[in-house]
């Protein structure tokens, strides 16, 4: 692993500033206890922590009941997310914060929105009465669709105060990704808007929900907001505009006392084969969770303005712009559009008119700010900024450092956070007033999470030596399942070490026990921090009528991280030219989204394969990357693919 060796020659460290750590939720002093009661007692540790951050209407009975792979949290308790998000912000000692921002809202085109936590539960109370009137259900499945806009927020929230499990799909998915999704989570309504604003003009949603519902028989009914009012299709009795339903609804909704393990959304997400895992999260283990993290990590205080810029459509988006802040009382800043419109400084813009004291964001956002040019942020007022964070994949050195010099004035830290749609809460952290920071290295695990790195007989590693990164106990927001496929779950993540969570990411720690996070060790690809399988590109190119067999493997690049390289074999006849390659792309794009449109696409006659029929990723990852092959190819069946593909040509 190259990675590893570059890494370990970083050596620079960052201790806490003095006044960061005298003022931080957590100081060295508390970690330092939370650490050791978290070692001994994780669950001791947690339900502390349950306690202090969260609301509960009956307290639990059991902390934990663990029957490996299946957990449960706090069994007996019963609480509601709307009403730890809202409802506790606005009574007595906290009514103060009614009329503080809960939202603040920017949309592409520079239109603004502030909800206060006073507005925010009305519109939520409204919301959630709507659904009731829709006939929604507790336990009933509800697909969000919808452009970053503050009635995703509400929608969120309303799902919550009646639980309603929600289930998002990214608005960047295609019609067949957003059917595959509601069927498969059962969904009985559909919220949607006609149209968000990406790069400076409208991006129409409707189109892709009229075309999904064509294979969706569970779904009876479709909320859309009105957000670009371009011209759109509307089905009557199907149907039914966002202003005009609440228009007419009551803002009195009592929150549904729900049990902890009720089940609180399901997210998507990509994993080995070609079809999507709905990864389950539960309600009070995972709002604990979220909840103490963004305290600790985040360091949340009542006079910040927290900015994360993922979309919504993924779980940082949940966890960090919704969950974990609003729980906290604190403002979540929410932008809708691009990075770079309608200028490369858009981001810093927003940080400065906003004044905004806490940044979070992807790597692949840093390397691309890196590629504009300094100018752009040093042409602002950065200076409310006191807290950095990234998430999403390995930040290089290079780019912390850069984050650090020029948007953190030198004077921010930096939280390398690193977790999974499946831990639903960050995992391994800096806790910005008590660790030291090494550029490139998430440090160490938070109090309460076991982390190790074990080779494949589940021997820990020693330094300088890289492994398998696993979780060795149940934390509150771990996954509590795959929807509807409890077998998935118990191979995915439990098969390879007894009782023990495989991660998919590749670690190694050095001689301080830091870790340093490498990547996908399986065949999931991380694209701008997405996670993209492999298997799902491969499934949609063959679906083209014109291809007869697709091997996708990801290669390194500068900005994205990872870009897409498909070889492709194509039917027997068929002309493999340009063009085709433009089809296949998009094609693509169909069948998944534009975050998964192949970079480049090289057809070939043949892929290299083992005796077994086992496509040899590994010869692919070398010859996308450009890279000679010097590994192992005696199991190759036909050697003289390898020399053909080398010369493959580009499509
Ligand atoms: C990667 C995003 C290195 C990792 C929250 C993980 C990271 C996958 C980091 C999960 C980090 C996330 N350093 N790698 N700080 N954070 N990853 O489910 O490969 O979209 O397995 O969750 O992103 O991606 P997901």
């Known amino acids: 692993m190259p990675d590893i060796e570059s890494l ?34 994780p669950a001791r540790f947690w339900a502390k922590m349950a306690k202090q951050n969260v609301s509960w209407f009956t307290p639990w009975k059991t902390t934990l009941q663990w029957k490996p792979p299946f957990a449960k949290w706090f069994v007996g308790g019963k609480l509601n997310v709307s009403y730890n998000c809202l409802d506790r912000h606005l009574e007595a000692e906290n009514a103060w914060r009614r009329n503080k921002a809960a939202i603040i809202w920017e949309g592409e085109p520079g239109d603004t929105r502030v909800l206060t936590y006073g507005e925010l539960h009305r519109e939520v109370c409204k919301f959630a009465n709507v659904l009731k009137d829709q006939g929604v259900k507790k336990g009933d499945r509800i697909a969000l669709y919808m452009p970053m806009i503050p009635e995703l927020a509400i929608a969120m ?19 067949q990704a957003l059917r595959d999704r509601i069927n498969d989570a059962g969904a009985k309504l559909v919220v949607t808007a006609d149209g968000g604003y990406r790069r400076g003009s409208p991006h129409a ?42 228009a007419g609804a009551s803002a009195k909704c009592p929150p549904a006392k729900l049990d902890a393990e009720h089940p609180l959304f399901i997210l998507y997400t990509s994993g080995t084969t070609g079809k999507p895992k709905g990864i389950l999260h539960t309600t009070g283990g995972y709002l604990t969770h979220v ?31 919704i969950y974990g802040i609003l729980a906290n009382g604190a403002t979540s800043l929410m932008y809708e559009g691009t990075p770079t419109h309608p200028g490369p400084d858009r981001f810093w813009d927003i940080i400065e008119r906003w004044g905004v004291t806490i940044f979070y964001t992807a790597p692949t956002a840093i390397r691309t700010f890196i590629r504009l040019g300094d100018e752009h942020p040093k042409s602002h007022d950065l200076s409310s900024l006191r807290l950095l964070g990234t998430v999403g994949e390995p930040i290089n050195p290079e780019a912390w450092m850069w984050y650090h010099r020029v948007i953190g004035g030198r004077r921010c830290p930096i939280v390398d956070t690193w977790w999974q749609t499946e831990t639903g809460g960050i995992m391994i952290t800096p806790l910005p007033g008590a660790v030291d920071t090494k550029p490139g290295s998430a440090t160490l695990p938070f109090p309460g999470i076991q982390a190790e790195v074990w080779d494949e007989e589940g021997q820990t590693v020693t330094p300088p030596n890289g492994g398998f990164l696993v979780l060795k106990q149940p934390w509150p927001g771990m996954l509590r399942g795959i929807w509807g496929d409890p077998k998935r779950y118990q191979e995915t993540y439990w098969s390879q070490y007894k009782n023990t969570y495989f991660a998919g990411d590749g670690a190694h720690r050095d001689p301080q026990g830091y ?21 799902e590109v491969e499934s949609a190119l063959v679906s083209h009528p014109k291809v007869a067999e697709s091997a996708v493997v990801g290669r390194p690049d ?22 085709l390659g433009e089809e296949l792309r998009n094609h693509v794009t169909k069948q998944i989204g534009a975050i998964a449109k192949p970079a480049e696409i090289r057809f070939t006659d043949a892929l290299p394969k083992t005796r077994s029929g086992k496509i040899m990723r590994r ?33």
Request: aromatic share 8%.
């Open 8 to 41: 370990l020659k970083e050596t620079r460290v960052f201790k806490p500033h003095k006044e960061f750590t005298k003022q931080a939720n957590w100081n060295k002093k508390q970690v330092a206890e939370y650490r050791k009661l978290g070692a001994k007692d």
């Open 157 to 175: 929230l309303a799902c919550t105060r009646i639980g309603a499990p929600h289930n998002v799909v990214f608005g960047g998915f295609s019609a």
């Open 205 to 246: 949603l409707k189109p892709a929900v009229d075309e999904a519902l064509k294979g969706c028989d569970g779904v009876e009914t479709v909320v859309m907001v009105k957000r670009t009012g371009e011209p759109t299709n509307f089905v009557e009795g199907r149907d039914l505009w966002w202003h005009e339903v609440m």
């Open 291 to 321: 909840t103490t993290t963004a305290k600790a990590i985040f360091d949340l205080k009542d006079s910040d303005t927290f900015w994360c810029t993922a979309d919504i459509g993924w779980i940082t988006g949940h966890s960090y712009v």
């Open 515 to 535: 870790f340093w996070i490498m990547g996908r060790i399986d065949d999931v690809m991380n694209i701008s921090s997405h996670r993209i399988g492999t298997m």
């Open 558 to 579: 500068e900005i994205t991280g990872t870009a897409i390289v498909a070889f492709v074999t194509p039917l027997g006849g068929i002309q493999a030219d340009k063009e």
């Open 619 to 651: 010869l692919l990852r070398d010859i996308a990357s450009g890279k000679e092959t010097v590994g192992d190819t005696s199991t190759l069946e036909d050697y003289s693919v390898l020399a053909k593909l080398k010369e493959s040509e580009e499509g």
